[in-house]
C-alpha cells in the first residue's frame, strides 16, 4: 500500500512539473520576454571625412572630423506606457571637433513591446521637425527572435521608414550578428529660399532650394535579443535647384559607432539573450526533464508495488505447502 502511495505522489509531481514547463514557455514566457519600458543607452560613433557647408566661408569644407552623441531613453511614467506599449524618447547631435552642432533631431516612438514594431497612431509619439511625420516599421531595436529577412526601418532624418534588406550572417567578438543594409533614396527633407550659388544657379540671387539627403545604413544585430549591437551610416545631404542642379553639400561623411559603444552592445545582447534562453529554454527544458524522471520513477514504483501484492499470500492461508496425505 505505501508503494503504491509514493507512485501516485510521484505521478501527481511529474504530471505538475510538466503542465509548469508547458505554461512557463507559452503563457509566462511571452509575459516575461518583453522590451523595458527604462529603456536606457547613450551610444557614440566617431565621423570620419565629414563635408559640411561653412557659413563663415560660405563655401565647402572637407575633412572634418567630429562625434555623433545619441540618446535612447524609457518613459515608464508616460500614459501610453503600458504592460503591452512602451514610450522611448530618442536625440542625436553631431558635432564636429570643435564643439559646433552640425545637425540633430529627436523623436519619441510608442514601441510594442513584444514585436518591438512603432505604433504609429500612439497619441505619444513625434518627431522633432516634421510634425506630419508618421514613425512606422522598427526603430531602435529589432523584434526578440530576428528572422534572416527584411524589416522596415524608421530614419530620422528623413522621418520614414524604408526597407533594410538581411545581407549576412557574421560575428563580432564572438558574437554571432546579422547584418543588415538600408538605402535610403535621394529625399527631400526641407525646402527654403537660398542664395543661388548654394544651389547650382549662380545667376539667380535666391531661388527655392530643395535639401536632399540620402544614405546607406548598416546595422549588426544579435538575432535572439533584437539588440542593435554596432551601426555605420553614410548620409549625404545636398542642395539643389528648381533648375535641378546639384548644389553644395551641406552635410555628409561616414559615423561609425565607437569601439566603447560596440563593446557595451555586445555586453547588453549577451545579457539579454541569457535572460531570454532562461526564460524560454532553459526553465521549460529543467521542468519538463524533472517531469519525465518523475513519471518514470513513479511508474517503477507502482510497478514493483504491484509485484509486490501478487506475490503476498492470502491473509489466514498458511505459508507452508499442506503434506499430501498417503
Known amino acids: 500500500m505505501r508503494g503504491r502511495t509514493v507512485s501516485f505522489v510521484l505521478l501527481g509531481l511529474g504530471a505538475f512539473a510538466l503542465v509548469a514547463a508547458l505554461a512557463v514557455r507559452l ?13 536606457s543607452a547613450y551610444p557614440e560613433a566617431d565621423g570620419t571625412g565629414i563635408t559640411m557647408f561653412d ?14 552623441y545619441q540618446t535612447v531613453e524609457g518613459q515608464p511614467g508616460h500614459p501610453d506606457a503600458d504592460d503591452d506599449t512602451a514610450v522611448w524618447n530618442f536625440g542625436s547631435v553631431i558635432e564636429d571637433d570643435e564643439g559646433t552642432i552640425l545637425n540633430e533631431g529627436s523623436y519619441r516612438a510608442c514601441i510594442d513591446r513584444g514585436t518591438a514594431e512603432s505604433a504609429p497612431d500612439c497619441s505619444a509619439a513625434f518627431v ?19 528572422e534572416q529577412r527584411d524589416y522596415e526601418l524608421f530614419n530620422l ?42 544651389a547650382g544657379e549662380p545667376d539667380e540671387t535666391s531661388v527655392a532650394g530643395e535639401f536632399v539627403y540620402s544614405n546607406v545604413r548598416t546595422l549588426w544585430v544579435e538575432p535572439t535579443s533584437g539588440v542593435i549591437v554596432t551601426a555605420e551610416e553614410r ?12 548644389g553644395v553639400t551641406w552635410l555628409s561623411g561616414t559615423f561609425t559607432a565607437t569601439a566603447e559603444t560596440t563593446r557595451e552592445g555586445v555586453e547588453r545582447a549577451e545579457d539579454t539573450r541569457s535572460q531570454i534562453v532562461l526564460i524560454e529554454t532553459t526553465v521549460p527544458l529543467s521542468l519538463a526533464g524533472l517531469g519525465v524522471l518523475l513519471v518514470i ?20 492461508a498458511s505459508a507452508r505447502q499442506p503434506v499430501p496425505v498417503s
Open 27 to 39: 503563457v509566462l514566457a511571452p509575459s516575461l520576454v518583453k522590451l523595458p519600458l527604462d529603456q
Open 55 to 68: 557659413f563663415g566661408t560660405m563655401s565647402e569644407v572637407d575633412g572634418v572630423t567630429g562625434t555623433v
Open 128 to 146: 522633432d521637425k516634421y510634425p506630419e511625420a508618421r514613425i512606422e516599421g522598427l526603430t531602435l531595436t529589432f523584434p526578440f527572435h530576428t
Open 157 to 198: 532624418s528623413a522621418a520614414a521608414s524604408f526597407t533594410a534588406e538581411f545581407v549576412a550572417v557574421e560575428e563580432i567578438d564572438g558574437l554571432e550578428v546579422y547584418r543588415f543594409e538600408q538605402t535610403i533614396p535621394e529625399t527631400v527633407v526641407r525646402e527654403e529660399e537660398i542664395p543661388g550659388a548654394m
Open 235 to 246: 548620409p549625404v545631404t545636398v542642395l539643389r535647384g528648381p533648375a535641378g542642379n546639384t
Open 297 to 316: 520513477g513513479g511508474v517503477l514504483v507502482g510497478r514493483r508495488a504491484g509485484a509486490g501484492d501478487t506475490d503476498r499470500p492470502a491473509a489466514g
